[in-house]
T-cell receptor, first 113, second 109 residues
Framework: NAGVTQTPKFQVLKTGQSMTLQCAQDMNHEYMSWYRQDPGMGLRLIHYSVGAGITDQGEVPNGYNVSRSTTEDFPLRLLSAAPSQTSVYFC????????????FGPGTRLLVL | GENVEQHPSTLSVQEGDSAVIKCTYSDSASNYFPWYKQELGKRPQLIIDIRSNVGEKKDQRIAVTLNKTAKHFSLHITETQPEDSAVYFCAAYIQKLVFGTGTRLLVSP
């Protein structure tokens, strides 16, 4: 199993550009989530999904959209990038709920100029 | 929503000493409390977790305690080793997982 994969590993955007961060898992996990990690701020939940077709907001959802059309994929979309979105983004998944071991992807480092 | 506070933000110990990291949570309905370790440049990985029906759990040199009345839980690492140096995150779960801000542990030889 590849586990949780994320692409790209690193991206530079200009303010106002849009992009999609990809996340996929091959473990048949129902629960998937997106976090951003900033120095001194820990891991903050952006959006999460308890299964295909179901998504919900986390702590910091503004500026981000998600969809979950399949069990395997959970892309994160930035509609109009802002410098405040410069961060490291982690995708995570678990078997059935957030109260189980979260398996994190390798992360995507995003720089917005 | 749930709020998790974690202290200290940095912790320096000598090899062989014990380290304790403390977290408090706000929602008394939270029922799952994991701890993650993140080495420099790597992804977070689960090291131990505890559920609300248990007061303490141990795994070799690592232990976690939970006080539901006070709404706090702690990570205890005994006989620390240089490879324990990392950032440690606590988290609490009620419908979604909310993390603390992390503790950078440095173990000096």
């Amino acid at each position: 199993n590849a586990g949780v994969t994320q692409t790209p590993k690193f991206q530079v955007l200009k303010t106002g550009q849009s992009m999609t961060l990809q996340c996929a898992q091959d473990m048949n996990h129902e629960y998937m989530s997106w976090y951003r990690q900033d120095p001194g701020m820990g891991l903050r939940l952006i959006h999460y999904s308890v299964g295909a077709g179901i998504t919900d907001q986390g702590e910091v959802p503004n500026g981000y959209n998600v969809s979950r059309s399949t069990t395997e994929d959970f892309p994160l979309r930035l509609l109009s990038a802002a410098p405040s979105q410069t961060s490291v983004y982690f995708c995570a998944s678990s078997y059935s709920a957030g109260r189980e071991t979260q398996y994190f992807g390798p992360g995507t480092r995003l720089l917005v100029l | 929503g749930e709020n998790v506070e974690q202290h200290p933000s940095t912790l320096s110990v000598q090899e062989g000493d014990s380290a304790v990291i403390k977290c408090t949570y706000s929602d008394s309905a939270s029922n799952y409390f994991p701890w993650y370790k993140q080495e420099l440049g790597k992804r977070p990985q689960l090291i131990i977790d505890i559920r609300s029906n248990v007061g303490e759990k141990k795994d070799q040199r690592i232990a976690v305690t939970l006080n539901k009345t006070a709404k706090h839980f702690s990570l205890h690492i005994t006989e620390t080793q240089p490879e324990d140096s990392a950032v440690y995150f606590c988290a609490a779960y009620i419908q979604k997982l909310v993390f603390g801000t992390g503790t950078r542990l440095l173990v000096s030889p």
